[in-house]
């Protein structure tokens, strides 16, 4: 009785202590296929996640797992292994899906030849502050959504912001869009702190802010506006340019012009969007 009862107990202890191998990890170190000249490589020890090679990562698309959706890059079952990121300098772009999901990475150094961070890239990580580098030119959807970033500095090289990229950023609370940024998607403030925007609204590239904040600070807010466009209407944060595109898309509830949203822009939980 006592024989079977210790091989019971070293049995359980083996599988629970030690790493099952499969076909991408043995002895602790998995090793994933990121790129046509990229290769990923996680210390299980340790981590530590490391992107060797060069040139573009590829781009990972989604899955659903337990009825979420998730990166379908290979080492997404291993997303909550990952504590550290090391990128090659060689790297010029950041792959869609790239650490979705990976809860424990606080910090990332993204290397300063990439040119774009892709779709989902660092979504849903616990990342508090990012740099990004002064060759990028695209950052797509959601590529820092859900993370605890407080500050972003958006170099003059970024020409694309594409939609919802920092949505749920709740300590992100003021932004400056360069005036080289030629596409700005919708809601990519989307409910996120942000309370204050920079942003030169010609040809009313800016305008889309006012429908990102529409379910979060503006629904109970007053707009703050600066602006050059006096003949548009606001509602909650939504801007239109005539009263009746406005009734075709939402039941109206209290309508502002610019000059009557500056006047009680003193009120609390404003949003304020500074044209220069």
């Not at 360069?178 to 305008?207: K, L």
């Amino acid at each position: 009785m006592k024989k079977c009862f210790f091989a019971l107990v070293l049995t359980v202890y083996s599988s629970s202590s030690f790493a099952q191998d499969d076909e991408y990890c043995q002895n602790n170190v998995c090793t994933f296929v990121c790129g046509t000249n990229c290769t990923a490589i996680l210390n299980q020890d340790t981590g530590h996640f490391k992107i060797e090679g060069s040139g573009n990562m590829k781009n990972f698309s989604w899955k659903v797992i337990n009825g979420k959706k998730a990166s379908d890059a290979p080492w997404q079952p291993y997303m909550q292994e990952i504590e550290s990121v090391e990128i090659s300098n060689d790297i010029t772009s950041i792959g869609n899906g790239f650490l979705w999901g990976a809860t424990n990475v606080q910090e990332v150094d993204i290397p300063e030849n990439v040119t774009r961070i892709g779709n989902w890239a660092f979504l849903n990580t616990s990342l508090t502050s990012v740099e990004i580098p002064s060759k990028v030119e695209i950052i797509d959807s959601y590529a820092f959504a859900g993370t605890q970033i407080s500050e972003i500095d958006i170099p003059d090289s970024v020409k694309e912001i594409h939609g919802y990229v920092f949505q749920q950023t709740p300590n992100l609370t003021e932004v400056d869009i360069p005036d080289t940024v030629e596409t700005i998607g919708v809601g990519i403030f989307y409910m996120s702190g942000v309370n204050t925007v920079y942003c030169n609204n010609e040809g009313g590239r800016c305008d889309q802010f006012f429908y990102s904040h529409s379910e979060n600070n503006l629904e109970k807010g007053i707009l703050k506006a600066y602006t050059k466009h006096a003949d548009r209407y606001f509602l909650d944060g939504l801007s239109y340019k005539s009263l009746e595109n406005m009734k075709n898309n939402l039941p109206v509830k209290r309508i502002y012009t610019i000059d009557e949203a500056n006047q009680v822009a003193g009120k609390t939980n404003t949003f304020s969007i500074r044209y220069r």
